[in-house]
């Protein structure tokens, strides 16, 4: 139970700020507070049982048949990640109060904010690699709105577009990757895949699948080549830019290699792609980050410096550097959190992040200056911080690893980066609140309050003790997490600021010094950089952008040409082609010997009006409203088809089918040319002919070979045995819709819906343009009837409005049990209601309508949808129904089953795409007509 709320708190949380936006920036705050304070207590109730050595578990059922399971899992790893999302998010949360304008939509920031922590906390507790998937995914997506939260700014759209598109595109890669991982090992729960290490790596799919897994966590951190989007995600608000940096979003491809590091850990494919891209991504970013001049963009690149140096360290593939990694997972988290926060402070007092504009702010924010001093000391691996510690670690390691027989390689690059490190990090400490005062676009900034500098004495204090008490206060948590990362035990730890003098010492010595001379002449060494050419990331990515974007427009256009005709040719043209690959190679459309039964006189009749009907249409498609008419005698024709093969239900939705679009099509070529105009030549039309007759000889062969066949078992069997016992009904087509593939047909009224929506989409605009003056040339060629509304005809339907619905609710009732249900309910009340607009006009029936379209379709899915969810409470399957057999006086015995609401959701659905359409097609008429005043108004001014 833990675990299921500590997952969806957050969540929880997102949506209650999205309800309440509009009220005030408390109300926001303490929600958002609330959430991350309450997720931090209950990790924390749970933390001493995690770390004796007993992790908490939690599995439900989900889509057992992909092996996709509700499972959580929260051991050492997971309590220190989780407590890292919720702890800065907390803080991240309180900083915010103070550093967004009063005027900024708190509600909507702090909403995509949790969206946000509750996707990473998800990654953190996933023990199934597919739910961990799901929520990888909504970190991508959450990320993107945080990032573009400042919607109106170029800078922002774009770092938010390339954030997705690199972070979204390594998803892609990771799904890859973890499928081939789950088929290895035989499950794809977490904890058994790790048990599984030795399966995995003899598995030929073993190199595939690591270089996915890897494509998916470095794309995530940022790591070389694919850093670059890291810095333009810097457009973000600066309490994203802290939380995304320290916490969350870029250490969740830490957190996934830390995770999987038993499966993968000691192959050489492992160490050599993880160390070498991790040894690259440090030195490169620490030597950017040293010549950045934006604050922001110095602490992203040293971001990505730092990212590296974990990655490298899981790659060594021993303890004691997974043990490092963790340690420095833990600083990291503090002094980079911290040092963004002293960074907004500082742009949101002086107006400015340029460094080379800011100076000696120590003597006017003192406060600011120290915090963020002991922040930078602590990424400069300077003592007494904890940043020290899991430098020299670093350095220690590198000395006992090989490199491709090399055993200097490492630790001299180490080195380097180590170097580079302390000298950016000294450069934001010294230029920044030492030296020339310079103050940026404000005379006399000073400390903001505690809303802002808070969260970074926290933080620091952290940083600080982490360095002064590294076993009291980190030993216990990063000796059981580093066990959890090697899936052995837990390792021996001596975190210390004292080691003696050993190679590490004096290579971190060396680095210092190095650094500080960097600082010292920065001037002339950033000279000599000045005028090297290097390449632009952005630049890069942007001509690749518009490169895919060409490339897909120009296959786009070339597949998806405006030609209904083309389309239509394409698919009938590959169905033929297929039902000839399946008849000639396969064989499988041979006709069968079972026996065929005499056609009645009225059967051979009807055959031959279809016929008739359907030639008709083809020869006179050119006149509408008469092609409209053949078209509805074979529907009818269809219709009594059904009931003579005692299909009573798809017979009442034939008609009822046929009747409404019928009508809604008579309003649509009111709208239309009366003669339109011939758009195929003689030769296109043979060959579409001959493909017509191709197509239709092919699909009757097919009908005819299937039905000659000897009956098979079937699951139609299992639903006229279960119909009345397992669903209460005895009408087994509307059982079947509403209980036994109720999922099938929520699906249904969900793409019903949205067609619905596409309708008003395509229409709302189809009065303006083009499309409007064509519309009103159509209709001044149009005769107009003298008598708008006939009032026999109004009459007639007023009175028949009652009846109708009632015949329509009463068909609805009687459906579980005998022909009908919610489907043709909501056509014949639809077909009540049309008649009310064609007979009294648009403007009297629409004034009497009290619930639009879109609330209707919307009613009716959020129903389906909750008549599900309701049969989960009862500890029941998805979508599950019951009955039950009630009797009251005057009215005897009648049965009752909660897949009436289910059904009744169809109804609206139904009702609602309906009336979209037909409101839709009388507004068109009404704004093509108003344009049209409108614009002979003006002509005549």
């Known amino acids: 139970m833990i675990l299921a709320v500590l997952t969806m708190l957050p969540f929880a949380a997102a949506l209650l700020l999205a ?7 408390r109300v926001h705050v303490a929600i958002a507070a609330g959430a991350s304070a309450g997720g931090l207590a209950l990790l924390l109730s749970a933390a001493p049982t995690v770390l004796a050595g007993t992790p908490i578990t939690a599995q439900t059922a989900w889509v057992p048949a992909l092996g996709l399971d509700l499972s959580l899992w929260l051991d050492p790893l997971g309590l220190l990640f989780a407590g890292l999302i919720l702890g800065i998010g907390l803080l991240v949360v309180i900083y915010a109060q103070g550093y967004l304008a009063k005027d900024e939509a708190t509600g909507r920031f702090l909403s995509f904010l949790m969206l946000f922590q509750g996707a990473m906390v998800g990654i953190a507790l996933s023990n199934n690699v597919l739910l961990m998937l799901v929520f990888w995914e909504m970190t991508s997506l959450s990320s993107f709105l945080l990032i573009g939260f400042w919607r109106e700014r170029a800078d922002a759209r774009q770092g938010a577009r390339m954030a997705l598109a690199v972070t979204g595109g390594g998803g892609l890669a990771l799904i890859g990757g973890m499928v081939l991982l789950g088929q290895a090992a035989g499950s794809y729960e977490l904890a058994t895949i790790l048990e599984r290490g030795d399966v995995v790596r003899a598995s030929p799919m073993f190199p595939a699948m690591l270089v996915l897994v890897l494509l998916g966590a470095f794309t995530k951190s940022a790591q070389f080549p694919f850093h670059f989007w890291l810095p333009h995600a810097m457009a973000a608000p600066t309490p994203v830019s802290a939380y995304l940096h320290s916490a969350t979003m870029v250490k969740a491809g830490v957190f996934l290699l830390a995770r999987l590091w038993p499966v993968f850990a000691g192959s050489e494919e492992w160490f050599y792609l993880v160390t070498a891209t991790g040894l690259v991504t440090m030195i490169f970013g620490a030597g950017v980050a040293l010549f950045r001049d934006d604050l922001k963009a110095i602490l992203a690149y040293s971001t990505i410096s730092q990212l590296g140096l974990m990655v490298m360290l899981l790659g060594f593939g021993t303890a004691a550097a997974a043990a490092a990694a963790v340690f420095h997972i833990l600083n990291h988290a503090a002094f980079k959190a911290a040092l963004f926060m002293n960074a907004g402070i500082v742009d949101h007092e002086t107006g400015t992040r340029d460094i080379r504009r800011l100076g000696g702010l120590a003597a006017l924010m003192p406060i600011t200056a120290t915090l963020g001093t002991l922040a930078a000391a602590a990424m400069a691996g300077l003592p007494p911080l904890g940043g020290f510690i899991s430098k020299e670690m670093m ?19 180490a080195t380097l980066a180590a170097m580079l490190s302390a000298a950016y990090s000294l450069r934001y400490a010294v230029k920044l609140f030492f030296g020339a005062r310079l103050t940026g676009e404000v005379a006399a900034p000073h400390d903001p309050g505690m809303a802002m500098v808070g969260p970074s004495i926290v933080l620091v204090g952290v940083a600080l003790a982490l360095g002064l008490l590294p076993m009291t206060l980190a030993g216990p948590l990063v000796a059981a997490a580093t066990a959890a990362v090697t899936g052995s035990a837990a390792p021996t730890l001596s975190l210390a600021l004292w080691h003696g003098i050993n190679p590490a010492l004096m290579m971190s010595i060396a680095a210092v010094a190095v650094g500080a001379l960097l600082v010292w002449r920065y001037d002339g060494v950033a000279a000599v950089f000045a005028g090297k050419a290097t390449l632009d990331a952005r630049r890069m990515f942007d001509t690749a952008m518009e490169a895919i974007v060409a490339t897909t427009r120009w296959a786009s256009l070339a597949v998806h040409a405006a030609s209904l005709q083309r389309y239509l040719f394409v698919l009938f043209a590959v169905a033929v082609a297929l039902g000839i690959e399946a008849a000639w190679t396969r064989g ?59 299909a009573p239900d798809l017979a009442l939705t034939q008609i009822a089918v046929e009747v409404v679009t019928i009508l809604l099509l008579l309003l649509a070529l009111h709208l239309m040319p009366k003669l339109p105009q011939r758009l195929s030549s003689l030769p296109r039309r043979t060959r579409d002919g001959a493909l017509g007759i191709a197509a239709g000889l092919g699909t009757g062969w097919a009908a005819w070979a299937i039905m000659t066949r000897e009956v098979l078992d079937s699951v139609s069997a299992y639903h006229w045995a279960n119909s009345y016992s397992g669903g209460g009904g005895t009408n087994v087509v509307n059982v079947t819709l509403v209980d036994f593939r109720a999922f099938d047909t929520m699906g249904e009224i969900i793409v019903l819906g949205i067609a619905g929506l596409a309708i008003f989409a395509l229409l709302e605009p189809a009065a303006r343009g083009v499309a409007g003056r064509r519309l009103r040339e159509w209709r001044e060629d149009m005769p107009h009837s ?3 509304h006939p009032m026999m005809f109004v009459m007639a339907t007023r009175l028949l409005l009652p009846l109708a619905l009632l015949v329509g609710i009463y068909i609805f009732l009687r459906g579980h049990n005998q022909p009908g249900g919610g489907f043709i309910a909501a056509l014949v009340f639809a077909i009540a209601i049309l008649l009310q607009y064609l007979a009294s006009g648009f403007d009297w029936t629409d004034e009497r309508r009290k619930i639009g379209e879109h609330p209707l379709i919307a009613y009716g899915v959020l129903t389906a949808v909750a008549t599900g969810l309701g049969s989960l409470v009862f500890g029941a399957s998805f979508l599950s129904s019951s009955f039950g057999y009630f009797t009251l006086p005057l009215i005897g015995t009648f049965e009752l089953a909660t897949a009436m609401f289910f059904d009744l959701g169809v109804v609206f659905v139904v009702l609602g795409a309906v009336m979209m359409a037909l409101a839709q097609l009388s507004h068109v008429a009404q704004r093509a007509a108003k344009s049209g005043e409108r614009n002979e108004a003006e002509g005549a001014r």
């Open 19 to 25: 309800l309440c936006r509009d009220r005030g920036r």
């Open 395 to 413: 350095l220690e390691e590198s000395v006992h690893t090989a490199f491709a027989g090399q055993d200097l390689l490492v630790p001299l690059l």
């Open 588 to 646: 499988g459309l041979r006709a069968g010997g079972r026996p065929t039964q005499p056609a009645s006189p009225v059967a051979i009749v009807a055959w031959f009006a279809l016929v008739a009907a359907t030639l008709t249409v083809v020869v006179t498609q050119r006149q509408r409203f008469l092609a409209l008419v053949f078209i509805s005698v074979i529907g009818l024709v269809i219709a009594l088809a059904f009931v003579h093969l005692s």
């Open 786 to 788: 003298p008598e708008r």
